[in-house]
């Protein structure tokens, strides 16, 4: 069994060593943050007809990613981009003008099976 001073040393040397760390921590989280905004300005650089729509963008690159977990960011974007160019044609059909005011209320058209569920 160790003592409480022992205890206390061992505590106070993983916290020292852990404070020492967040220097080098921040600097590798600025690195990368500067890397992936230089990958993303050259991303829309070359795609210029994209940044009008950065929603359809997000989601496109999030789903890869998600598919591809272990694939480089940059990897990432070119594998989406035929994806997001279909997204667009996609977006740019949809009406979003014409949306009814009110829902209707009658239901009564509807055919449901009577199975007494609601």
Do not use: C, W
């Not at 981009?81 to 209320?105: F, S, Y």
């Amino acid at each position: 069994m160790i003592t409480k001073e022992e205890r206390e040393e061992i505590i106070n040397s993983a916290v020292e060593k852990t404070l020492l760390m967040i220097p080098e921590v921040v600097g590798n989280l600025l690195a990368n943050h500067a890397a992936l905004h230089k990958i993303n300005a050259e991303f829309y650089k070359a795609h210029p007809e994209f940044s009008k729509r950065k929603d359809i963008v997000q989601v496109v690159v999030e789903m890869i990613e998600g598919k591809n977990p272990l694939m480089e960011y940059g990897e990432i974007l070119e594998k989406a981009v035929p994806e997001i160019k279909r997204q667009l044609i996609i977006a740019q059909d949809v009406n979003t003008t014409d949306m009814p005011t009110v829902m209707p209320k009658d239901f009564s058209s509807i055919d449901l099976p009577d199975n007494g569920i609601i």
